[in-house]
């Protein structure tokens, strides 16, 4: 199977966590987490439609400025996810600056700011020199984002201060078996995205596709097609260890191909975690484990073990991999 999703963390577990997922049939990209993002290309940045923000400590929020710079000729709008705070936070950036000159730039910034039951949806666009517009609120059920192949989730967490965490699911993948394609002598070409829509949107069987001068019908052609369980991806950081809070991670990232978790503090430290409501390298394996994850990536370290960088991984996977 093709994947859809290619993901990396862009930084260092010591860094600022930041993961880019690239969406490939879209050429599109998606960012979890808003920090320093300087070791992206430009043309990384470019694709880049949709940011999915945890919260706006500076570790987590800094990069917005670079961002912005790099987008504010772009046609294509920047959709920006975050906790309920993420709309002040934003326009008090965009007022740092003056915008007498960019009247004639294409950039649109959508903002959407998720409390517990409602989501607030609010514009900043260079053609009116990104002051507010206030599009009200809709009611909340847990999906940010639903299309045609992608959906992005998320659950309200604790880290002293509301903070988020994200899932990224393909509804279903589909590939097309080449040795069904040869056995009915067909060519590859345009037709097979159309095919692919049409399979994924479950048209009629008797839907037309010309091919080669020919007609086939949806019902002829099914055979080629190979449906498989589309991609998981889950991304948490900056969690209070409480039951609450792992309960709430445990359901959202269920059953993930990839999770992205923090193990800011080892074990033996569990009572710093506490007090600085963080998740411990044992508790995302535990976590991983419980939802059957079946790639666990741990980041977001404390820079105490610097002396130590293999620790929190080590401890994580230990208990992952635990019966």
């Keep these: 199977m093709k994947p859809t999703f290619h993901h990396r963390s862009i930084n260092d ?37 949709d940011v999915f923000v945890t919260h706006t400590h500076i570790d987590h929020f800094i990069g917005f400025d670079s961002l912005l710079r790099a987008l504010l000729r772009r046609e294509t709008p920047l959709r920006i996810f975050g906790p309920s705070n993420i709309t002040e936070c934003i326009e008090g950036k965009l007022r740092g600056y003056t915008w007498n000159l960019i009247k004639e730039y294409p950039l649109k910034i959508e903002v959407f700011g998720i409390n517990e039951n409602h989501i607030s949806h609010v514009g900043f666009y260079a053609e009116n020199c990104f002051n507010r517009t206030d599009y009200g609120e809709k009611p909340f059920d847990g999906t940010l984002l639903k299309e045609e192949y992608l959906e992005v989730k998320a659950a309200r967490l604790t880290h002293q201060i509301p903070c988020l965490c994200f899932s990224l699911k393909e509804d279903f993948h589909i590939n097309i078996d080449k040795a069904a394609l040869n056995r009915l002598a067909l060519p590859v070409g345009p037709w097979l995205s159309e095919f692919k829509r049409a399979v994924r949107e479950n048209a009629t069987d008797n839907t037309e596709f010309k091919i080669s001068g020919r007609i086939y019908t949806k019902k002829e052609l099914i055979e080629i097609a190979m449906i498989t369980e589309g991609q998981k991806i889950s ?23 990839t999770l992205y978790c923090e193990a800011y503090f080892l074990e033996e430290d569990r009572e710093r975690a506490i007090e600085r409501h963080h998740l411990t390298a044992k508790t995302a394996g535990m976590i991983a484990r419980e939802a059957g994850v079946k790639n666990l990536v741990v980041m977001h370290f404390s820079p105490k073990y610097r002396e130590c960088p293999d620790a929190p991984e080590k401890e994580a996977i230990m208990e992952y991999n635990r019966e």
């Design 13 to 49: 577990p010591f860094d600022d966590p930041c993961v880019y997922v690239r969406v490939l049939r879209e050429k599109r990209a998606l960012l979890f987490d808003l920090g320093y993002t300087n070791r992206l290309k430009p043309n990384d940045i470019q694709k880049i439609t």
């Design 235 to 257: 991304y948490v950081v900056d969690s209070s260890i409480d039951e609450e809070n792992i309960r709430k991670i445990i359901t959202l990232v269920k059953d993930s191909d």
